[in-house]
């Protein structure tokens, strides 16, 4: 199994509390045994940890401020746009499923929140919501920072991730890529609580970005004829 693919053996208790054994360890020095961990987060660990994450944290940082927000939306208004359908579409998909699906930029920031009303309650408690820098420098190992780290798709599950107040939740994200240079023009993730643990995630996370990569083509093919007229 690769690093980046769901291992449906996150879901076991035992599995999560091992992992937790193995970060009290990686905090206090010690190597993790060989095999504890998936290498996609045994590499991402060390990596959080030279940038100086703080692995106590217990939430992203507060939200930019509603003027900063806007601003950045409307500089990617194009993947804002390419993504209306498909995340309206989540709305009602992940209603009743304790899960959300968020849409960010290149940076990590998020741009756009939809799905379970519940896990959006949840979510605000860690600044899981529109504003807010997941990215691996600041939050540490989670699924949208470390997938934009990679550019590949990641699941991180509960215990997974390198910040204490996130662990309770699995994350799955899928980068978006521009369909013509093929640069990272942000990234797609579905988000719940541990117990909503599903490998299906991933799945739907690279499923949607793909879906995102073809709008953008399309309105970048209509925005062309609009030039050629």
């Not at 401020?65 to 804002?80: C, D, V």
């Not at 309650?121 to 504003?131: P, Q, S």
């Not at 541990?194 to 093919?221: C, D, N, W, Y």
Request: with cysteine; hydrophobic share 40%; net charge negative.
């Amino acid at each position: 199994m690769s690093a980046n693919e769901p291992n449906r053996r996150l879901s076991n208790p035992e599995n999560n509390r091992t992992i937790m054994a193995t970060w009290e360890r990686f905090l206090s020095g010690q190597a993790p045994a060989p095999n504890a961990l998936r290498c996609l987060v045994d590499d991402s660990w060390p990596r959080c940890l030279e940038v100086q994450v703080d692995p106590s944290r217990q939430q992203a940082p507060s939200p930019v401020n509603e003027a900063t927000l806007t601003s950045l939306q409307h500089q990617h208004r194009e993947l804002l746009a390419a993504g209306k359908q498909v995340m309206a579409m989540a709305r009602d998909f992940l209603a009743e499923t304790e899960t959300i699906m968020i849409l960010t930029d290149p940076a990590g920031m998020i741009l756009s929140v939809e799905g379970d009303p519940r896990a959006l309650g949840a979510a605000e408690d860690i600044h899981l919501i529109a504003g807010s820098n997941w990215s691996e420098q600041i939050c540490g190992t989670n699924a949208i920072g470390t997938a934009l780290s990679v550019g590949l798709p990641v699941q991180i599950h509960a215990a997974e991730h390198l910040c204490e107040g996130i662990k309770q939740w699995t994350c799955s994200a899928a980068v978006i890529r521009d369909p013509y240079d093929g640069r990272i023009v942000g990234a797609v993730d579905v988000s719940g609580l541990g117990k909503t643990f599903g490998p299906h995630s991933l799945a739907l996370a690279v499923t949607t970005a793909g879906r995102i990569e073809s709008q953008l083509a399309k309105l970048e093919m209509d925005f062309r004829y609009q030039l050629l007229e």
